[in-house]
């Protein structure tokens, strides 16, 4: 892969976004490594090496995501890939639910990979060539309990990433989804351990995922050999939800 490959993978300070990132760089993309957590992005970039930087911003923040793409633009050059994986889980019943809570699910899911992508889109039709990858759940396609927000934002983004298809796949862009179930990771496990004990018996793998498998969709999609996938929901989900 040529070294103008370069991806932009935001949530990426831990979980499943950390294993993107390192297994993009292993793929040859130089990588930008995003996270809220300046820390935490730093980490990463630097268990990474010379083909990654990191940035800290928050990806519902307009300003904030304009910054990331000019910072990904000085350090490699031009913004071929983005993997919108920023995450955020809390756990409530419906009846409890303050509107707070339902409004900061959707800023970090839904307008955040609305805002990033955006910020990139224009750039890849002007070259007629991207690659953008909305991380997705199988709770968007089923909904969960006491994740009536979870669900209703990573369903906007599985309806949002077939419209943007759509719309720009004729001239050259590619945009997918990944939906993973229950995966090995800090959000999940921050989730209460009889959610995770009753989850884990309804799978038909009978196991959770760990964010490595996650990541071989991912890369499967930012690859030459996933020419063909346009609109697409990808499930590594342990047979949860079978399409």
């Known amino acids: 892969m040529s070294d103008a490959q370069t991806v932009i993978v935001t949530g990426a300070g831990s979980g499943i976004g950390r294993e993107i ?21 730093a980490a990463v970039a630097a268990e990474i090496g010379p083909r990654a930087a990191a ?29 919108n994986n920023a995450g955020h889980v809390h756990q409530s019943r419906f009846t409890d639910l303050a509107p707070a809570d339902f409004d900061r699910m959707i800023a970090v899911h839904l307008r955040g990979t609305f805002l990033c992508s955006k910020a990139v889109i224009g750039g890849m039709l002007a ?19 006491e994740l009536a927000h979870y669900s209703a934002a990573k369903a906007g983004i599985i309806g949002m990433t077939k419209a943007l298809a759509r719309e720009v796949s004729a001239s050259g862009v590619r945009v997918n989804a990944v939906a993973p179930g229950p995966i090995n990771t ?33 890369a499967f999609l930012c690859s030459p050999a996933g020419s063909l996938f346009v609109g697409q929901t990808l499930g ?5 939800v079978m399409l």
Request: aromatic share 4%; charged share 20%.
């Open 127 to 145: 070259r007629k060539a991207g690659v953008i990858v909305n991380m997705a759940s199988q709770l968007g396609q089923i909904g969960g309990v």
């Open 236 to 240: 590594p989900n342990s047979g949860d």
């Open 55 to 83: 940035c800290a911003g928050d990806v519902s923040d307009e300003a904030d995501v304009a910054a990331l793409v000019a910072r990904t633009g000085a350090a490699f050059g031009t913004v071929t890939h983005l993997v």
């Open 186 to 218: 800090p959000l999940v496990r921050g989730l209460s351990e009889d959610w995770r004990r009753a989850k884990a018996a309804e799978l038909p793998l009978g196991r959770f995922g760990e964010p490595a498998e996650v990541a071989a969709a991912v």
């Open 21 to 41: 990132a390192v297994r993009l760089a292993r793929d040859g993309f130089n990588v930008m490594v995003n996270d809220y957590r300046a820390e935490a992005a």
